[in-house]
């Protein structure tokens, strides 16, 4: 009906429609009957409640029509294309609701007409997932909730079962018979347990559906995923086969050369044993050390200076070295190239080394690196480097060599290997050296402004040369923990520098900007090797940024006075959070990094000027024991689990003195079940310690020297230790320790 006194004025061609499967329309004619221009926008609203409402059930044409002057008219076409209630039959009321943004809300219109829906009346229920994904650890219990809504005003009876999943992650299974009451909406779990065990519980996408059903109803389902994250670590080991000769078949013209195509051939089994839950894919990079280690040598000033990138004319130098190094000499097969990596079997690649053999000489060893890559870095690989060795030994036999000249042959080797060996040693006291994680590798600093490198060999060390020749004596070397692939040295002059051991490259030097000449005594990084700590003479303590990309003048992250001459630094506590400050004055301090407080051990003994702590030692595996070491001659081991709160003193395990002479390095094993210690008396000694830190009899002299030694370092491969020392006797020295090791575990 139409009332000239309303501002809007509608027309609606019927008044009752019956549903089709196919839709049903009718038009609406609006007319402005205000005295304005006016916009109007036409809704269709159904007379149900509006949470059972789903979207898009009808369409309106045009949306919002053109500004109309009074008078003037226009034609909106509705076309419903679904049930407003999916389940619904019989008559349902729906109100055609017209306005206009340029009129008062209060003049609306509203028109009612009749729906006609054919069916029997039985609505399925709606069910809701309340989440779609799930990112989950193997062994982890956790609850797939879902909603379920009876559309319904009579009870019923439905049965959910979830889909796509195996049946064992379901302890209480996987389907519910249950009862719904009219219009009622209820909530249920499912508990799954992904299985501990990563064969069963591969990390992957599982996706599933929860399917409801009712009967004479249709079946309603959802779907969500199960993402099961990656847990676990891979083990890469190598194994070594037979070593062969072999000739690459020629001509018969030719076969008189057959001696030139010899080759020392080995064969490597190189293993990734996958203990975690992923399948990923895999491949070997494989370096040719000796050619790395020349190119070192050979442009020193490629490495040393730079700004951390290499320019295009070093890119082409390194790039020709290597590719002459293996074409010429050194070759290398990988099979297969690339593979996935198994959940259930070990994964091998086989890896063929072949090097040409040279007329004359020994037996030599040639040394290439096999590092593990894998495509996704949330798994650790374990051992991920391992140096390989080629024996590759001369053409003619070493008896036919010496022939006739056999004297004159021994009286130059002798000089020759006499001045290769000194080239092959420092000149000058050690002040520090460090064995590799894995105990593979030293790399030792001295005052003669050089870092050299060396190889761990049964029951020696084979030097690899010089790694970087400074100008100034250099106090301190630390390899960077993540993958031992840098190390950090700190100079006499208070500066820093950071050493890419695989291209050799050296960052610049930096230091604080007011602190020029502070001598760097100690450095530490962080587990992460984000940071990297350094102490020194003037009683600074300072925490450097050294991540790539970072600016030198913004490398300083903060900085404490502690005052006193710094000698040593450690690390302890479970996170981190405390750095142990050792040095003049018998002082020994934790800096709290969370709140940066500085707390001194109050239980250590007073000491004058003349006393120093000159090392701390902490464990791997216990990282609130400590062990320290004085120029007094004392040696004390400390549990610092109840003063690291601040709320006690520190605990005092054990203290004992071998001499009065001073001991200038200690070193634990990464177990905390042995301590090395080395001095002024020369004597490089053993403790065997138990569980909590106390000495299990008397120390093992494992070696004594004539001078004075430095430092001490230790490392422990199953059922025997490896001890390096140096000082004042500038010869880097190995120790294999095999008898009687035990665990203290």
Avoid at 291 to 296: E, I, S
Avoid at 570 to 589: C, K, M, P, S, W
Avoid at 637 to 649: F, V
Wanted: aromatic share 8%; net charge neutral; hydrophobic share 35%.
């Amino acid at each position: 009906m139409l009332k000239s006194k309303d501002k809007i004025l509608t027309k609606i061609d019927t008044n009752q429609l019956q549903y089709q499967q196919d839709g049903v329309s009718f038009d609406v004619i609006v007319i402005n009957n205000s005295d304005d221009f006016a916009t109007f926008q036409v809704e269709l609203l159904a007379d149900i409640a509006k949470g059972n409402i789903h979207d898009d059930w009808y369409t309106i044409s045009p949306d919002v029509c053109t500004k109309k002057p009074p008078g003037d008219s226009t034609t909106f076409s509705i076309r419903i294309i679904d049930i407003p209630k999916r389940g619904f039959a019989g008559v349902m009321t729906l109100t055609v609701r017209v306005f206009s943004l340029e009129l008062p809300a209060s003049e609306e219109s509203r028109q009612v007409i009749r729906l006609l829906i054919p069916g029997d009346g039985i609505p399925a229920p709606q069910i809701e997932l309340l989440s779609q994904e799930f990112n989950r650890y193997p062994g982890e219990i956790f609850q797939i909730p879902i909603s379920i809504e009876s559309l319904s005003q009579k009870p019923s009876r439905i049965t959910l079962r979830l889909n796509g999943l195996d049946l064992s992650w379901f302890p209480k299974g996987r389907e519910r018979d249950l009862r719904l009451s009219g219009g009622s909406k209820i909530r249920e779990v499912f508990e799954c347990q992904i299985p501990s065990d990563f064969i069963l519980a591969e990390s992957k996408n599982y996706n599933f559906t929860i399917e409801v059903s009712q009967l004479d109803t249709a079946t309603v389902q959802v779907s969500g995923v199960v993402k099961v994250l990656p847990r676990g670590y891979v083990e890469f080991s190598c194994k070594k086969a037979i070593p062969l000769l072999t000739n690459v078949e020629l001509p018969k013209k030719n076969r008189w050369l057959f001696w030139q195509q010899i080759f020392a051939s080995q064969k490597f089994s190189m293993q990734f044993d996958n203990q975690s839950n992923l399948c990923q894919e895999t491949n070997i990079k494989v370096i040719d050390l000796e050619a790395l280690y020349k190119k070192t040598l050979k442009f020193p000033f490629l490495f040393k200076f730079g700004n951390g990138k290499k320019s295009q004319i070093q890119e082409n130098i390194l790039e020709t070295e290597v590719k002459e190094k293996q074409n010429s000499l050194l070759t290398w097969e990988i099979f297969p190239e690339q593979a996935n990596l198994s959940l259930n079997e070990p994964t091998v690649f086989n890896l063929k080394v072949q090097h040409k053999r040279p007329w004359f000489g020994w037996t030599k060893l040639k040394y290439i690196q096999a590092q593990a890559i894998t495509s996704d870095d949330r798994i650790e690989i374990r051992n991920d480097t391992q140096t390989l060795e080629l024996a590759v030994p001369p053409i003619l036999p070493l008896w036919l060599q010496l022939g006739g000249l056999l004297l004159g042959f021994l009286i130059a080797s002798t000089v020759v290997n006499r001045s290769f060996w000194l080239e092959q040693q420092h000149s000058q006291p050690v002040n520090s050296l460090h064995l590799s994680g894995l105990g593979r590798e030293v790399v030792s600093g001295s005052n003669d402004q050089t870092i050299r490198r060396w190889l761990v060999q049964d029951n020696n060390m084979r030097p690899l040369g010089v790694l970087v020749r400074a100008d100034k004596a250099v106090r301190v070397v630390r390899y960077r923990p993540v993958n031992n692939d840098q190390i950090a040295i700190g100079f006499e002059n208070g500066e820093i520098q950071l050493v890419n051991l695989l291209s050799g490259e050296a960052s610049l030097p930096w230091s604080s900007n007011n602190q020029k000449d502070d001598r760097v005594f100690d450095l530490v990084f962080t587990k992460d090797s984000r940071s990297l700590f350094s102490g020194h003479g003037s009683g600074m303590v300072w925490q450097w940024n050294i991540q790539d990309g970072v600016p030198l003048n913004q490398r300083i992250q903060r900085s404490v006075q502690v005052g006193f001459a710094v000698n040593s630094l450690a690390l302890v506590g479970a996170d981190e959070n405390h750095l142990a400050i050792a040095g003049r004055f018998n002082q020994l301090t934790l800096w709290n990094l969370k709140t940066n407080r500085l707390q001194p051990v109050k239980n250590y003994g007073v000491g004058s000027q003349e006393n120093y702590i000159n090392s701390i030692a902490t464990v791997d595996k216990k990282p609130y024991i400590i062990a320290t070491a004085d120029n007094q001659g004392s040696i004390k081991t400390w549990n610092l689990r109840s003063c690291l709160t601040g709320k006690d003193n520190c605990e005092l395990i054990e203290e004992w003195a071998p001499d009065k002479q001073a001991i200038r390095s200690v070193a634990f094993s990464s177990d905390g079940c042995y301590l090395a210690s080395a001095g002024d008396n020369g004597q490089a000694i053993l403790w065997s310690l138990n569980s909590k830190g106390e000495r299990r009899g008397d120390g093992q002299v494992i070696y004594q020297s004539s001078k004075p030694l430095k430092s001490i370092d230790i490392n422990r491969d199953r059922n025997q230790l490896l001890i390096t020392t140096a000082g004042d006797d500038p010869q880097v020295r190995l120790h294999r320790i095999t008898k009687a090791i035990s665990s203290c575990q």
